[in-house]
């Protein structure tokens, strides 16, 4: 046992040495690296800090940092909530997004509000979802940033980064409590049109019933791609829009509803204009009404509403009225709504137009009829002209005529030879 003594000092020694040289290193490493860093970006050579390193400290509640703005920056984070969001579920590091921060301290931002903070980090999202951040740029949000409002949101306005939740299942389809949260997330910056929608028939069956039939905000306006609503662009593209749950029989057959509201309304002279002008003039401004000037554009009701529901005669006079002034009561009788006619619904004009359908095909194939009648009656006609023609003997050639006879003395207006 006294010969192994030796030994085991040695070895006790070394790994004394080993283990303080692994203290300094987790003492002054962090330091050194802050240091060393010049603009605050990490030392690729470096492994990332894991986050149970980084949970150590932000997992305590309530911690904030006064900004120069006096506004309090929450740096706490619950573990369990960023453990159950996307990231936490994906296992990414916190430096994946906070990659100017390799230790502690942390290298102090550029920032002087919860804006500035939240600015700083804008660009952060692109790395991951390219796709999403390509499309962001095109949207009105962007350009309203870039002409200068910083408070047009950015990515981490809708999508809290430790909080957001899987939004999709694997077949694509959104989850109805991630759909239901939309109008409160666009609630934060359109609040009063938020207030106008939650009475909505669309908005009360969101809020209130989580109905997945129903329109949310981005069914009508997209989710990246933000277009300017008050462009002649979107309000030619707004009866498409409106006509992607209202021609599906699988959501309107539900609440006895017409499918046949595109067709009706491309039918007739109001739709006819701007169905022309959507494809070829995109941006031109025309006169004619669209889905949300009738029906309404975040305060839709049922159309048997007492109050705002154009089923309603006088409500769908008034409505008339703001295009047609002179609109007296009887001019709604002209409007069939979008149900195209049948026994049930507008009789007389159903059977009016089943007359004309068997009227007009009628005439023009008694017409049609006639004509080819008299081409064959005209050809046989001529063709029984022809062998007559043949058959008639050409005209002799004129008889010669006849010498003149010679003249005579006994034209007593001559004066003839020997009378005096």
């Given at each position: ?103 502690y301290p942390h290298p102090e931002k550029p920032v002087d509000s919860l804006r500035d903070y939240t600015l700083f980090y804008k660009d952060a999202c692109a790395d991951c979802h390219q796709e999403q951040y390509q499309q962001v740029q095109d949207s009105i949000h962007t350009r309203e940033f870039n002409a200068g409002n910083v ?270």
């Amino acid at each position: 046992m006294r010969a192994y003594l030796p030994i085991i000092t040695r070895g006790l020694g070394l790994a004394a040495l080993v283990l303080a040289v692994l203290l300094l290193g987790i003492l002054t490493g962090p330091s050194s690296a802050v240091q060393a860093g010049t603009g605050g970006a990490p030392d690729p050579q470096n492994e990332p800090p894991p986050n149970a390193e980084c949970l150590a400290c932000h997992s305590q509640a309530g911690q904030y940092v006064t900004l120069s703005s006096g506004e309090l920056l929450l740096v706490s984070i619950a573990p369990q909530v960023y453990g159950g969001s996307v990231h936490g579920q994906q296992n990414m590091n916190c430096t994946d997004c906070h990659t100017d921060i390799s230790g502690y301290p942390h290298p102090e931002k550029p920032v002087d509000s919860l804006r500035d903070y939240t600015l700083f980090y804008k660009d952060a999202c692109a790395d991951c979802h390219q796709e999403q951040y390509q499309q962001v740029q095109d949207s009105i949000h962007t350009r309203e940033f870039n002409a200068g409002n910083v408070n047009a949101p950015v990515c981490s306005d809708c999508h809290d980064p430790h909080a957001q939740g899987q939004i999709r299942d694997e077949q694509g389809h959104m989850y109805l409590h991630e759909r239901a949260n939309i109008p409160q997330t666009c609630a934060q910056c359109h609040n009063e049109i938020f207030e106008v929608y939650a009475q909505s028939v669309h908005g009360s069956g969101i809020l209130d019933n989580n109905n997945p039939d129903v329109a949310t905000c981005t069914d009508c306006h997209g989710v990246h791609q933000i277009q300017d609503p008050t462009s002649e662009t979107f309000r030619l593209s707004s009866v498409d829009v409106c006509a992607n749950c209202h021609t599906n029989p699988n959501i309107m057959d539900k609440y006895g509803l017409s499918t046949a509201v595109l067709d009706t309304y491309v039918s007739d002279f109001h739709g006819t204009t701007v169905t022309l002008f959507e494809p070829t003039h995109p941006d031109a401004g025309v006169n004619e009404p669209v889905c949300f000037d009738c029906h309404g554009i975040h305060d839709i009701q049922r159309v048997d509403d007492p109050v705002k529901g154009i089923e309603v005669k006088q409500n769908m006079l008034a409505t008339c009225q703001r295009c047609h002034p002179d609109a007296t009561e009887n001019f709604p009788d002209s409007w069939l709504s979008h149900y195209i006619p049948s026994p049930e619904r507008a009789p007389l004009v159903y059977y009016v137009n089943l007359f004309y359908k068997f009227f007009i095909p009628g005439v023009l194939g008694a017409m049609a009829v006639f004509v080819v009648s008299d081409v064959r009656h005209r050809a046989a006609s001529s063709r029984r002209r022809a062998p007559e023609k043949d058959a008639t003997p050409e005209p002799a050639p004129p008889a010669d005529e006849p010498p003149a006879a010679p003249e005579t003395d006994d034209d007593p207006s001559t004066p003839g030879e020997g009378q005096s």
